[in-house]
């Protein structure tokens, strides 16, 4: 068995009892009212969703495991000559809540090494979609094809006690997140670089592996681990952490459910936000003739944007009140990278005008941007500019604390997920509307 494995086993042990001591003894303590408006708006700030992977404060953004972004990235064990920590160490932290040594972190890469290859009928079942198919069509249909592989499946069916039903899900989480950057980088490749394939290289960590197999050169392996910790998790009540959660609450296995997952990060309020912003900045730059736009300029466009009735992407937040630290860690990145890339000039002059706008038309609660607003420009610079292709970046990174999320589940035997709904005139009644 893995440290890894190992070790959270007897984390799982020592922390069943407390949420079976919260269910039996305080059951019915209430944790909140619900109000017509959130029964019809979304469920917005319901508390009724339980995880310690990842807790997310409207005012100071993202903490994992109780480390905010800056504390996250400083005290990870580092990539030999790089400033980003392994992604390998990061999901041990995700998953057992501790900051890993070197020796847990050296166990998690053996792990996804040895889980890495990737059958060839997956490569064969992306071939088979039309190419101009979206790639988080690609992706979530190659994942889905891995479903045959399941461990969970096989193990269930040979009868499984709920004791143990984590363990085969870890399994198959370890084996789903070794292949994902694989899997992406063939996407990518496959459909945009004429099908010339790069074969991985396990001597590398996991960002640097993606970086080769993407083709792409340093310093964009420092890219792929930022962006892939930065995009883990952000509590679990957001779509795509809410769809895999969903989807294995059922006990379907981690295929299904990130597969489904995926399907709700490609909407354009969310993930697909990153590429919407691209495909925004460049439509103002053509209307520019590829001048970047003055602050009165760019007001205008934010205002046309607005005034057409359509969002702002990047911009806005359904928990968050302040602007995201996920953005801030990247354009931390870009000022030390970047400086004078055309597009992260943009980028900040949009970040100037757009949240007294925002202000002004007086519909968002949050006028701030969020991290969609500035991940495209990182990958723009580096070469990546097919910017339908940035969500399939976002689901290899949420994949990592979904799939921590779910092994967790498991192991402390959340039920199959069923909230009440009510009809319309139901709600009529509760408000005393009279008829
Ligand atoms: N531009 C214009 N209008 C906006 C807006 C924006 N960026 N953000 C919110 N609004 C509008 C909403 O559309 C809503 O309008 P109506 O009253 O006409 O329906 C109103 O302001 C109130 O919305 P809200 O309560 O502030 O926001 P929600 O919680 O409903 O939605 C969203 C949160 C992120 C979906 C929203 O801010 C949005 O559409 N933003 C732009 C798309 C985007 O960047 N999505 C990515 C978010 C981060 C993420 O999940 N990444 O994956």
Known sequence: MSLLKKHLSEKIESWRPRTRKLLKEYGDVKVGEVSISQVIGGARGVKCLTTDISYLDPFEGIRFRGYTI?????????????????????????????????????????????????????????????????????????????????????????????????????????????????????????????????????????????????????????????????????????????????????????????????????????????????????????????????????????????????VIPGFGHAVLRKTDPRYQAQRDFCLKHLPDDPIFKFVDVLYKVTPPILQEQGKAKNPWPNVDAQSGVIQWHYGLTEYDYYTVLFGVGRAFGVLANIIWDRALGYPIERPKSITTAMLEEVAGIKK
């Open 70 to 310: 800056p504390e996250t990235l400083e005290k990870l064990p580092k990539v030999p000559g790089s400033e980003m920590p392994y992604v390998e160490g990061f999901f041990y932290l995700l998953l057992t809540g501790e900051i890993p040594g070197n020796e847990d972190v050296k166990d998690v890469a053996e792990e996804f090494n040895k889980r890495q290859h990737v059958p060839k009928y997956v490569f064969d079942v992306i071939r088979t979609l039309p190419k101009d198919s979206h790639p988080m069509v690609m992706f979530s249909t190659a994942i889905l094809s891995l479903e045959r592989e399941s461990e969970f499946v096989k193990e269930y069916s040979a009868g499984l006690s709920k004791m143990d039903l984590w363990k085969p899900t870890y399994e198959d989480a370890m084996n789903l997140l070794a292949k994902l950057p694989q899997i992406a980088a063939f996407i990518y490749r496959y459909k945009y670089k004429d099908d010339e394939i790069i074969k991985p290289d396990t001597s590398l960590d996991l960002g640097g592996n993606f970086a080769h197999m993407m083709g792409i050169d340093k310093p964009y392996d420092e890219v792929a681990r930022l962006y892939f910790i930065l995009h883990s998790d952000h509590e679990s009540g957001n779509v795509s952490a809410h769809t895999g959660h969903l989807v294995a609450s059922a006990l379907s296995d981690v295929y299904y459910s990130i597969s489904a997952m995926i399907g709700g990060l490609a909407g354009p309020l969310h993930g697909l936000a990153n590429e919407e912003v691209l495909r925004w900045i460049q439509g103002v730059m053509e209307k520019m003739g590829g001048k970047i736009p003055t602050e009165e300029e760019m007001k205008k466009f934010v205002w046309d944007t607005l005034n057409s009735g359509q």
